[in-house]
């Protein structure tokens, strides 16, 4: 299948900062994409999905940004806090073929207090 | 509600043996998917199931297999473990087998090839 990769394997941020974390996916037929969060020690956690007719989700907090013209979506987490340090993956779908999901290595996001 | 339950938690076993992972969805939930997530990558997916029938297979060896139960709780067998196999295997669920909706994932079990 397509590969989905992260710009960035690590980013590092202070308390109270505003966090942008890079993802490009590389099949233009995917029309569905998630951002999971992973903690130490536990299992991804959904946080925002978007769809391919929209450019803009926004969540508590987080925002997902789709460009759809350059196979590129972002996710900014607002007012950064110690308790989003994590890993973040993104997700590519296309749900008119098969349903497998392919997710990038992950940026490690640190937030320093 | 409770989340999807995976186990065991961890296991420990050597080269050779096999091993069966078991996982709960949540409830109303009738598809389950299994994931491989070696140290350091994202998840690789192995294997969809819905409503008992297989609706994907990712790119493993027939070493894996799964089932899902009329309960939609689901195994996944791994048959002559070799040293690679050791990852986390995590198991996710959603309400039905579209492709446009989230999976919510379990906390995995941890899988160590002596």
């Known amino acids: 299948g397509e590969s989905v990769g992260l710009h960035l394997p690590t980013l590092s941020v202070q308390e109270g900062d505003n966090s942008i974390i890079n993802c490009a996916y590389s099949n233009s037929a995917s029309d569905y994409f998630i951002w999971y969060k992973q903690e130490s020690g536990k299992g991804p956690q959904f946080i925002i999905d978007?769809?391919?007719?929209?450019d803009k989700r926004q969540g508590q907090r987080v925002t997902v940004l789709l460009n759809k013209t350059v196979k590129h979506l972002s996710l900014q987490i607002a007012a950064t806090q110690p308790g989003d340090s994590a890993v973040y993956f993104c997700?590519?779908?296309?749900?008119?073929?098969?349903?497998?999901?392919?997710f990038g290595r992950g940026t490690s996001l640190i937030v320093h207090p | 509600d409770a989340g999807v339950t995976q186990s065991p938690t961890h296991l420990i076993k050597t080269r050779g043996q096999h091993v069966t992972l078991r996982c709960s969805p949540i409830?109303?939930?009738?598809?389950v998917s299994w994931y491989q997530q070696v140290l350091g990558q994202g998840p690789q997916f192995i294997f969809q199931?819905?409503?008992?029938?297989?609706?994907g297979r990712g790119n493993f060896p027939d070493r894996f297999s799964a089932r899902q139960f009329p309960n939609y709780s689901s195994e996944l067998n791994v048959n002559a473990l070799l040293l690679g196999d050791s990852a986390l295997y995590l198991c996710a669920s959603s309400r039905t087998d579209y492709s446009n909706q989230p999976q919510h994932f379990g906390d995995g079990t941890r899988l160590s090839i002596l």
């Open positions: 997700a590519d779908l296309d749900s008119g073929g098969s349903y497998i999901p392919t």
């Open positions: 199931y819905y409503e008992k029938e297989e609706r």
């Open positions: 978007i769809r391919s007719n929209m």
């Open positions: 409830s109303g939930h009738k598809s």
